[in-house]
C-alpha cells in the first residue's frame, strides 16, 4: 500500500511529470532507496532514447559525476566524458586572467564534459534496467488533483496514477508551477547561446576556457578526441547575423574571438542556438507537490550550472524521501517539503545570483569597471583561500551537501 495514498488508479510513491535528465535522475534516485515513481512524459519514448547529436554538451560538476556513479549511469558514460582538468577566467582579451587548476584542491578533475546524447541513453538505459519506474511516455496530462491525503494525475489514455507525492520536473515555464498558482521571477536575456561543436588542430589540455566580452561570454569546453563545444552567448542580432553566415565566415569570426589558441577550426556538427532566460518560483513545494531542476529555477547557461543544481535538488529530495520512508512517515507531508525547501533555497539562490550577477557585471562596458573586474580576477588569482573556496564551488564539493552528490549511497 503507498503511504498516504488512497483510492483507484496506479499507486506509486512519486508521480514524477517530466521525463528530463532531472525526471529520469529522480526516479532513479527514488528507486535506489525503494520507491516505485511513474515518470509521466509528453514526448514519444524514441525521442528520449534519441542517438543523434542536438548540439548540447553538459559540464558534469564533480558532485554530479559522484551521483551518477552512485546511481549506476556512469561506467556507460565514462569512456565519452572528458576531464576538466583546469578552468581560466578571463575579461575578454585582459592579460589578467583567473586560472583554476584541479591539482590546488585535489587528484580529481572539476567535473567531466558530456555529450547530451549519451547522458540521454545512459539515463532512459538506467530507469528501464529496474522494475520500480513505470515509464509512461508520449501521454498528455487530462487532470491533475491535489488532495489532503493523496495528489491524482489522469492521462490522455485513461490511465490514473495516485500518489502521496507529485513532482514537477517539467522544466522552464512548468505548467505544474503554474497551476499550482506559484509565482516565479522571470526575465529574458537580450542574448542568445549559440551552441555548437568544433574540431581543432592543438590540444584543449582538457582546460575550460570562458571569456567575457562586452556582447556576452565566449566559452570553449573541451570533449573527447579533440574537440570542444562552444557556447557563445551574444546580443539577439549578432547570433542572428553568425547564425546565417556561412561556414567560413563563422569559423573566422570564432577565430579572431578564439585568439588561435585552438589553432585551424572546423565544424563538427550543426549551428545550434538558444534565447536564454532566467526563472525562479517563488516557492518550491506546495500541498502534495514539489518542484525540481529547471522548474524551480533555470538559469543563464553563462557558468554550466543548471543540470547541476537540478541534479542537486534531486539528491536532497531523495535523502528527506528516504527518511520519511524509513519512519513509516507521509512522502507528501507538509514537514517534509518545507525542510526540503530549507535545504535548497540558499544554493538555488547563490547560484542564481552569481548567473546573473556575472552576466550583468561583464556585460557592461564603463571603463571604470572594466578596470575594476580585470583587477579582481587578478587579485583572486593571487588569493589561494579565496581561490579554494571557487574551486571547491566549481566541483560543487562545497556546502551541506547531500550523500548522493558526495558519491554516497542514500539508506533505504
Ligand atoms: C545553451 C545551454 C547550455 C547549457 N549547459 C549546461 C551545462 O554545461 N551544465 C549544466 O549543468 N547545465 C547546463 N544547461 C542547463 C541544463 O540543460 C538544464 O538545467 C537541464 O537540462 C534541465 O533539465 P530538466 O529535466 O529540469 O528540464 P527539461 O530538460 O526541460 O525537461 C523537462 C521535461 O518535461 C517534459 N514535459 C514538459 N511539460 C510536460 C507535461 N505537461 N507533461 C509531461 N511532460 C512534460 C518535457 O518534454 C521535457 O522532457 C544548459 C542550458 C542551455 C540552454
Redesign the pocket.
Known amino acids: 500500500m503507498v503511504r498516504g495514498a488512497t483510492g483507484s488508479g496506479m499507486q506509486v510513491d512519486l508521480a514524477i511529470?517530466?521525463?528530463?535528465?532531472?525526471?529520469q535522475a529522480l526516479a532513479l534516485a527514488a528507486a535506489s532507496v525503494g520507491l516505485r515513481s511513474a515518470l509521466?512524459?509528453?514526448?514519444p519514448r524514441t525521442a528520449?532514447a534519441d542517438a543523434g547529436d542536438d548540439g548540447?554538451?553538459?559540464?558534469?560538476?564533480l558532485g554530479?559525476q559522484r551521483m551518477l556513479a552512485v546511481l549506476g549511469v556512469w561506467p556507460t558514460l565514462a569512456a565519452e566524458a572528458e576531464p576538466i582538468r583546469d578552468i581560466r577566467v578571463a575579461d575578454g582579451r585582459s592579460p589578467l586572467f583567473l586560472h583554476f587548476d584541479h591539482r590546488e584542491i585535489g587528484d580529481e578533475p572539476f567535473g567531466y564534459m558530456v555529450e547530451n546524447r549519451f547522458l540521454r541513453q545512459a539515463l532512459l538505459a538506467a530507469v528501464e534496467r529496474g522494475g520500480a519506474i513505470r515509464l509512461l511516455a508520449g501521454?498528455?496530462?487530462r487532470a491533475i488533483q491535489r488532495e489532503e491525503f493523496a495528489a491524482r494525475v489522469e492521462l490522455d489514455d485513461g490511465t490514473a496514477v495516485e500518489a502521496p507525492l507529485l513532482v514537477a520536473?517539467?522544466?522552464?515555464g512548468?505548467?505544474?508551477r503554474a497551476q499550482a498558482g506559484i509565482n516565479a521571477l522571470s526575465w529574458r536575456y537580450r542574448q542568445t547561446?549559440i551552441?555548437v561543436t568544433l574540431a581543432h588542430e592543438r590540444t584543449h589540455d582538457g582546460v575550460a576556457k570562458e571569456q567575457f566580452f562586452p556582447t556576452g561570454p565566449f566559452a570553449l569546453?573541451p570533449m573527447r578526441r579533440s574537440r570542444s563545444s562552444l557556447?557563445w552567448s551574444l546580443r539577439h542580432d549578432l547570433a542572428r547575423a553568425l547564425l546565417a553566415a556561412d561556414e567560413a565566415t563563422f569559423l573566422a569570426a570564432v577565430e579572431r574571438q578564439a585568439d588561435g589558441q585552438l589553432g585551424l577550426l572546423s565544424l563538427a556538427g550543426p549551428r545550434y542556438n538558444?534565447p536564454?532566460a532566467l526563472e525562479q518560483a517563488e516557492r518550491v513545494v506546495d500541498r502534495r507537490l514539489v518542484l525540481?531542476?529547471?522548474?524551480a529555477q533555470?538559469m543563464h547557461?553563462i557558468a554550466?550550472?543548471?543540470?547541476?543544481?537540478?541534479l542537486r535538488d534531486v539528491a536532497c529530495l531523495a535523502e528527506v524521501l528516504a527518511r520519511q520512508a524509513r519512519l513509516g512517515l507521509d512522502l507528501g507531508e507538509a514537514l517534509a517539503l518545507a525542510s526540503y525547501q530549507r535545504w535548497r533555497r540558499p544554493d538555488a539562490l547563490a547560484m542564481l545570483l552569481m548567473t546573473d550577477g556575472l552576466t550583468r557585471l561583464f556585460s557592461n562596458n564603463l571603463p571604470p569597471l572594466r578596470v575594476a573586474r580585470r583587477l579582481g580576477l587578478g587579485l583572486v588569482n593571487r588569493l589561494p583561500a579565496v581561490k579554494r573556496v571557487f574551486e571547491r564551488h566549481a566541483a560543487a564539493a562545497a556546502g551541506d551537501l547531500p550523500r548522493l552528490i558526495r558519491g554516497l549511497p542514500v539508506p533505504p
Do not use: C, K, M, T
Not at 40 to 43: A, D, F, K, L, T
Open positions: 511529470v517530466g521525463g528530463g535528465f532531472i525526471g509521466i512524459e509528453r514526448r528520449l548540447r554538451v553538459s559540464s558534469l560538476a554530479s501521454r498528455r496530462l520536473a517539467d522544466g522552464r512548468s505548467a505544474l547561446a551552441v569546453l557556447v538558444y536564454l525540481v531542476g529547471d522548474a533555470a547557461p554550466g550550472q543548471g543540470l547541476n543544481l537540478g
